[in-house]
Structure formats: C-alpha cells, structure tokens
C-alpha cells in the first residue's frame, strides 16, 4: 500500500472523526448555560444529553449494514451533513425536546464516525497495522474532545454555544465534501445480497462468544467514559473537587489530551504486551482492571489537591481510551464482509451503556437536595458507586466467559484427536 493512497484512506476519516468529537465533550462545558438558558433540571438534562447515546444505539445495525453494503466513503458523507442538521437544531433550541432532538440527530455523524472509519481502515489496512492506524483515529478524536473544553470555553467569552453549534455544523458539511472528493472507493463485497440477508448475517457476530466475552466489557469501561466526558465530569469536579468553571474546562482539556495520547499509544502499547503473551484482547481487559481500580478513589471523592484530582482524570481518560483497542482485537475472528457489522454491534453496546449511565447519573442526583452551588456530593457519590459495581459486573463476566471460550477450545481439540 503506498503512502499516499494510506494518507487518502486515513486523514478524510480521521478529520471528520475530529470535528464530530467535539460534540463529545461540549456539553460539560456548556451544562451550566444549558441549565440557565433552557431551565432544566438534572435529570431533564441528563436526558436530553443521552439522546445522543440513544439515538446512536438504534442507528448502529443500521448504520453497519449500510457500510458493509454501500460505498462507505458515501454513507458517511450523507451521516456528517445528518450531524450538521443536529448541531443547527440545537442552536436554535428553546426547550427539552429540541435540544433532545438535535443530540440525536449529533449523534448519529458522532457514532458512524468510529464505525465508518474502522471498517475503512480493516478493509484497505493489514490486520497488524490495525491497532496502530484504528489508535490514530482515536487520537484525531481525542483532539476533538480537546476542541471541545478550553477552546469553547475561550470561544463562549466572546460567542454564545448556540453560535458555536452553528459554526461547527458549517465545519461538518466541508469535510463531508472533502471525504467524498478525498477518500478511494473500494465496492462493497456484499453488493448482492439483500438488506435481509445482510441482517440475517448478524447471526454470525451474535452468536459468537468471543463477541459477548468482550461487549460487556466495552460496554462499561467505554459508556463510563463517554457518560462522564459528555456531561458529568464537570460537575462532578465543580461539586466534589470545588473546581472553577475555567479549572473545569482545563481539566476536560487534560482528560482529552490524555485520550488522544492513548491513541498514539495503542499500537505500541498492544506489541509490547504481546511480548509478555497478552493478546489485544487481554490487554484490553487488563486496562479495563486498572480502570476500576482508579474509580474506587473518585468513588470515594480523595481530592487532597487539585493536582491530584487532575492526575486522576488524566488516568481515568487514558486507561479508558485504550479498550478501543477491542475493535481491532475482534476483527480477525471475523470475515471481512461483515467487519462494519461488527464495529456497529461493538459502538453499539458501549454507546447503550452511555445512555443507561448518563440518565442513570442524573436521576440519582435528583434524589438529593441541591445545593446553591450544584449538586450533592452524596448524590455523586452514590451514582459513582453504581458505575462501578456495572464495571466491576463486567470484568467478573470476562474471566468466566474467557474460561468458557477456552474448556470449549480444550473440548473441539480433544474430538479431533
């Protein structure tokens, strides 16, 4: 593959990856304006914030279908100026309802952006070169994610966040063009066959115990992080840590730096622990069992500094953004033609955890009384403990499926001899 033809593939993909992030972590920077301008209380945010979640979790199988049957450079085109329209109808926003909408509508640019470039990048890339170039994805979102705190909190000094949404919808449409003008085109393996053979094909992936062996656990290491980088990390360091809103939004920027230097990571981080005999898919477990341990701190709200409570932030983005890592360890398992079908079910579940977090996040709060400032730091604490018992649920649910997987591998060998 040459150099150039690995640019074309790659940076269309990652630069709309970029723009759309920054929907990913606008809205802990904004919450306060939400609130204010929209006159909503924790759990009608919550709500309307995990539209976005909901929306992409429907969308998914659809979306992977249409990959693996359409052009993807097309479809995801089509999906950008769709995220477009979302960020215009938040803009103009006046209650609940239309904020909810244009989340959802966000959402599904945001979600096909991981899809689309992962079955991109599976089709035309080696599969050893997948774990490198699917991290450089994750560190274009990354600085995405970046875009969206310091910058936005700079930009709304001088702008307000229905503005920037309108800026940033513009963005979309011109890298919607650039990824059709820009990106090769590579037909589909699966032209022939109808939308309900292709739905019938995702027997294959749902079927298969390597695939649930690792959803659960992407569902909640990935939902916990997106659930508290899109909207309740901001309070939660406001309320608990006493944070400014400026210390808040350098904070976001760390969490996001932290993400997009895991990116860059990945792929050396995937060959050094296959030296020590991980696979990809053990090393995304391990990173998922480091993640725990560094919640039980946040649970238990230790902030005896400022430095502190960003190291653990810092870590909390890195450990996490390194379990995407799942989408390039899976993709050998399973046939080309059904890779974007994959990638959906995979975002699918951790975008389902998102949504059940992030509501579930808000409720608890409304449970407790508020306070001038914000929330309750007991209501923090109690939803915090309930990520974490999801969590520590999921890791428990690997180790036992793992031993499953492998008494079946020991039993298929033991027939054949």
Not at 49 to 66: C, H, N, W
Not at 298 to 321: E, K, N
């Amino acid at each position: 593959m040459s150099s150039i033809l690995a640019v074309r593939v790659f940076v269309p993909f990652a630069i709309g990856y970029l723009c759309v992030s920054i929907f990913r972590s606008i809205n802990a920077v904004i919450a306060s304006d939400l609130v204010r301008d929209l006159d909503l209380s924790a759990s009608e945010l919550g709500f309307a914030i995990s539209a976005f979640f909901l929306s992409a979790t429907i969308f998914q199988l659809p979306t992977g279908v249409l990959l693996d049957r359409y052009d993807p450079r097309r479809v995801y085109a089509a999906l950008l100026c769709v995220c477009a329209l979302g960020a215009v109808i938040i803009a103009y926003a006046e209650n609940v309802q239309l904020l909810a909408l244009g989340r959802a509508l966000v959402a599904i640019g945001v979600a096909s952006s991981a899809v689309a470039s992962y079955k991109v990048y599976a089709t035309w890339f080696p599969q050893e070169r997948l774990p490198l170039v699917n991290g450089l994805s994750l560190a274009a979102g990354g600085l995405g994610l970046m875009l969206g705190t310091v910058p936005v909190e700079a930009a709304l000094e001088i702008v307000s966040w229905r503005t920037i949404h309108l800026f940033v919808g513009g963005v979309l449409v011109a890298v919607a063009m650039l990824v059709l003008l820009v990106a090769p085109e590579r037909k589909s393996e699966t032209v022939g066959l109808t939308v309900v053979d292709q739905i019938k094909g995702l027997n294959v992936i749902l079927r298969s115990m390597v695939f649930w062996r690792a959803a659960p656990l992407m569902m909640a290491v990935v939902g916990i992080f997106a659930c508290m980088t899109q909207l309740w990390v901001g309070p939660w360091v406001r309320d608990v840590a006493g944070l400014s809103a400026q210390q808040a939004a350098n904070l976001l920027l760390v969490l996001a730096a932290a993400m997009t230097l895991a990116g860059l990571l990945t792929g050396a981080l995937t060959k050094l622990a296959k030296r020590f005999g991980f696979d990809a898919m053990q090393f995304a477990a391990t990173t998922a069992g480091l993640f725990a341990i560094l919640l039980v701190p946040i649970f238990l709200q230790w902030t005896p500094s400022t430095l502190i409570v960003f190291c653990f932030w810092a870590l909390f983005g890195f450990l996490a953004s390194l379990n995407f890592v799942t989408y390039a360890a899976l993709a050998p398992h399973f046939a080309p033609q059904v890779i974007g079908r994959l990638n959906a079910c995979l975002t699918l579940a951790w975008m389902l955890g998102a949504f059940l977090f992030q509501s579930l996040y808000g409720v608890v709060l409304d449970r407790f009384p508020t306070t001038g400032a914000g929330y309750s730091i007991v209501g923090h604490q109690y939803a915090m403990g309930i990520l974490l018992v999801f969590l520590l649920l999921a890791i428990g649910w690997f180790i036992f499926s793992s031993r499953l997987i492998q008494q079946g591998s020991q039993m298929e060998c033991e027939k054949m001899l």
